[in-house]
């Protein structure tokens, strides 16, 4: 349904920094960088069908958004060790903890998931609904 994300952030050196970080154990890597801005996707070979034009989240030179919007970004990890990993991961690079990892039996009994909000406010989770 959604073809991509794009959001403002105020210091595009210190978000690139972040979310090559936090972004990383999920499978995603920076595939682009054009004035203003960067593209996240997965590996061109996954993405087969539409090669490197396959990158779903961007991030360009402001202004945020003052304040952020009420909502989230989830981005889809490929394990419960994925998940983990983002958290500590985006923590490390700048995050403010929003929710360790862990069930979320709320939504559904496979539901794991941790939250983060990076440096300009933006909610963002890292979620898999594999059971392990």
Not at 4 to 10: D, F, L, N, T
Not at 98 to 117: D, E, I, Q, S, W
């Amino acid at each position: 349904m959604i073809d991509h994300v794009s959001i403002g952030v105020a210091d595009l050196a210190r978000s690139k920094a972040f979310y090559d970080a936090a972004l990383a154990p999920l499978g995603y890597e920076r595939r682009a960088d054009v004035p203003d801005a960067c593209g996240y996707g997965r590996p061109a070979e996954e993405n087969s069908a539409i090669g490197s034009h396959a990158l779903a989240f961007w991030i360009e030179r402001g202004p945020a958004s003052a304040p952020p919007p009420a909502g989230h970004i989830c981005f889809r990890a490929p394990s419960r060790g994925a998940v983990q990993a983002f958290h500590r991961a985006a923590l490390a690079a700048g995050g403010r903890d929003n929710g360790a990892p862990g069930l979320r039996p709320h939504y559904h009994p496979t539901y794991y998931a941790a939250f983060v909000v990076d440096p300009d406010g933006y909610r963002i989770e890292a979620v898999t609904h594999t059971p392990e």
